[in-house]
């Protein structure tokens, strides 16, 4: 029996947890005292109190408060120290393990400059663009004319919709660029940008890579991940139904080679843009980690990721037991602490919590009956996965289940998700990215 101590908080903390219990682990987590009655610290077997809500980010805060907990392995979850190499290397230095690719693979994949090339190298297809970073305007310039607009600026070490925008004129490009190279400067330390053509009827496609022990690396069905506000993912299903079979097992078979090529090992995401009007998929970046959405993968291929991960982060190289081939449909639905409208935070006691539950209805939840949502964190509640044998019923039972839960205290974006579940274009599955935004304009005209 090992000790593994979860570096994060809220649901994906729950969620890892909750695994670590089922395999006979020990799970530990570190929390601030804001977070004291969230169900991650209870669901722990142990725990240690932190200086402050800013520690999930700091890395010798985490490596000491694992250390203290007498942890074996580390597992990061997503978001806060989950790409960060330096985390990684410091949780080895320690004498523990990370539950992840190796330092040096976060690296290269964490940067977009050398994730694109990298991918270029393993046979993947890239949008037109840069070859590598551009540092200054004229090169950002010189690449924008050679493409043609629209393009694409989009931080190198960026993540989670941060250090983005779309330029569609060259007289937008030196307002972008200073704004995107400003805001990456000072949020990730690197102001570095790279430029690529964009695509304007596209969708956001991903594909969940497991990098085993012995180079090998196993491809599940995609997950469409369309529907996004602020360049954030809000709705994801999986399988995607703007793929056929020979769509899927092409991309299926990029991301495998990629993730061989690089020699990952654990849980990863390569993310494509798909372009709706000339059929083709672009490499976008690699996640180097698990993902927000992981559980639409577990619920058509009947398997535990987690468990996976931890098996591989042991060194064992055994392809678990899964339905090779997506079974039925599922959709997850991300449950914020926001409005429904302008998609601004709204924190709260929480006063009424209902979750919806019922044959085929998952609920992945950070909060409870009489918690806090405070404002040092991500708004996300829950999530609410539903499964069926098709599209057309995991929509119905998705409506059910928003319509069944309720909150009261802090805002919930409930009306957005009972907007888009209605929504034709993404009823028919004939949506793109630019979905949210069509439904935004059209509330505000």
């Excluded at 995609?222 to 994801?236: A, I, L, N, T, Y």
């Excluded at 639409?296 to 987690?306: F, P």
Aim: glycine share 10%.
């Amino acid at each position: 029996m090992a000790t593994v101590f979860v570096a994060n908080r809220g649901e994906i903390a729950a969620r890892i947890l909750r695994t670590v219990r089922a395999v006979g682990h020990t799970g530990a987590v570190a929390y601030p005292q804001v977070d004291a009655e969230l169900p991650y610290v209870s669901a722990a077997d142990a725990a240690v109190e932190l200086a402050g809500p800013r520690e999930f980010g700091d890395v010798e805060a985490m490596v000491a408060a694992a250390r203290a907990l007498g942890a074996d392995l580390v597992h990061p979850g997503y978001g806060f120290l989950s790409e960060n190499a330096h985390f990684a290397r410091a949780v080895e230095a320690a004498g523990m393990v990370f539950v992840g690719p190796s330092p040096d693979v976060i690296e290269l994949m964490g940067d977009k400059a050398s994730a694109r090339a990298a991918a270029v190298e393993a046979g993947l297809s890239v949008a037109p663009g840069s070859d590598g970073a551009v540092n200054s305007l004229e090169a950002a310039q010189h690449v924008a004319r050679a493409v043609g607009y629209p393009v694409m600026l989009k931080a190198v070490a960026g993540g989670g919709g941060i250090g983005m925008a779309v330029v569609r004129t060259e007289d937008e490009l030196d307002r972008a660029f200073t704004s995107v190279t400003g805001r990456a400067g000072s949020v990730f330390g690197d102001d570095r940008v790279i430029v690529e053509r964009f695509i304007e009827r596209s969708r956001h496609l991903e594909v969940q890579v497991m990098g085993l022990p012995d180079g090998r690396a196993v491809a599940l069905s995609e997950r469409d991940c369309s529907v996004q506000r602020r360049h954030q993912k809000v709705v994801e299903e999986s399988p995607s139904p703007a793929l056929d079979a020979a769509g899927r097992a092409s991309l299926l078979a990029s991301a495998g080679a990629l993730a061989e090529a690089v020699g990952y090992q654990g849980a990863g995401t390569v993310e494509f843009i798909h372009d709706l009007d000339s059929g083709e998929s672009y490499f976008l970046e690699m996640n180097t980690r698990l993902q927000v959405e992981h559980p639409v993968t577990e619920a058509v291929h009947d398997v535990d990721l987690v468990a996976w991960q931890l098996r591989i982060a042991e060194g064992d190289s055994t392809i678990p037991e899964f339905d090779v081939q997506p079974r039925g449909h599922a959709i997850e639905l991300r449950l914020y602490a926001e409005d429904s409208e302008r998609f601004l935070p709204r924190p709260g006691a929480i006063e009424r919590w209902e979750m919806p539950q019922g044959e085929g209805v998952r609920v992945d939840a950070g909060y409870g009956p009489a918690t806090t949502v405070t404002p040092f964190f991500d708004p996300l509640l829950a999530k609410v996965i539903v499964s069926a044998t098709t599209r057309a019923e995991a929509i119905a039972r998705a409506r059910e289940a928003v319509d069944t839960t309720a909150i009261e205290g802090p805002g919930a974006n409930l009306a957005f998700l009972a907007r888009v579940l209605r929504e034709p274009d993404f009823v028919e599955g004939t949506h793109d990215t630019s979905l949210v935004a069509r439904m935004s304009a059209a509330t505000t005209a």
